[in-house]
């Protein structure tokens, strides 16, 4: 069935230090939607790539979508306490159903 | 912004009674969505809702459970005969057109707790 495998579950880091979630799925997606979710918040929109290879930033956040299109990654520099919470990518093949990866949940030492 | 908004923000029910859950999504918006979250676990599909049908659900999604829009501006989830195992976080989401182009917004949640 559709689905995305993301790792790791949970990363606890010092601030400054960088961070990575990655996702993964069997099959190829048309695209990968990636939201934040604060401790005790809602999913948030961050970002979604629909090219092959394509790599997006915002400010610290680097987004990028694998070539063939099976594998994103969130990578995220020199974290701040901000960044604290669940990250998740959500992959869409075809229709109306957005299937959420199992999410990276991340703490940010001060 | 416009935002998503569900009602209420939390309820408690018997096991075996009825639940309505609603929600308000962004005015133009055409997709609705109904996603669950359980505690500290991944969010879930529920159904996707366009053009007064419903488009797609998930394995969740049975006999119990059933989707409305009563009118021009709501949007329900309505759970027949709840279980234990139905206690989690509801959210609703909408999206301007389909998930082609289009990310979801998602409202705060409604927490369903059965007993």
């Known amino acids: 069935g559709q689905q995305v495998m993301q790792i790791p579950q949970y990363q606890h880091v010092q601030e400054g230090e960088d961070f990575t979630t990655y996702c993964n799925s069997s099959t190829t997606l048309s695209n990968i939607q990636w939201y934040k979710q604060r401790p005790g918040g809602h999913p948030v929109f961050l970002i979604q790539l629909v090219k092959s290879g394509e790599v997006k930033k915002q400010k610290r956040l680097t987004f990028q979508f694998g070539e063939a299109k099976k594998n994103s990654s969130l990578h995220i520099t020199a974290t701040q306490t901000t960044d604290v919470g669940t990250y998740f990518c959500a992959g869409w093949w075809y229709g109306n159903k957005l299937v959420f990866g199992a999410g990276t949940i991340l703490r940010v030492k001060s | 912004e416009p935002e998503v908004t569900q009602t209420p923000s939390h309820q408690v029910t018997q096991m075996g009674q009825e639940v309505i859950l609603r929600c308000v999504p962004i005015?133009?918006?055409?997709?609705f969505y109904w996603y669950r979250q359980i505690l500290g676990q991944k969010v879930e599909f529920l159904v996707s809702?366009?053009?007064?049908?419903?488009?797609?659900k998930s394995e969740i999604f049975d006999d119990q459970f059933s989707v409305e829009r009563p009118d021009g501006s709501n949007f329900t989830l309505k759970i027949r005969s709840t279980k234990l195992e139905d206690s989690a976080m509801y959210f609703c989401?909408?999206?301007?057109?389909?998930?082609?182009?289009?990310?979801?917004?998602f409202g705060n949640g409604t927490r369903l707790t059965v007993t």
């Open positions: 005015s133009n918006h055409l997709y």
């Open positions: 809702f366009y053009n007064n049908e419903i488009s797609e």
């Open positions: 989401a909408s999206s301007v057109v389909n998930m082609r182009r289009s990310p979801l917004h």
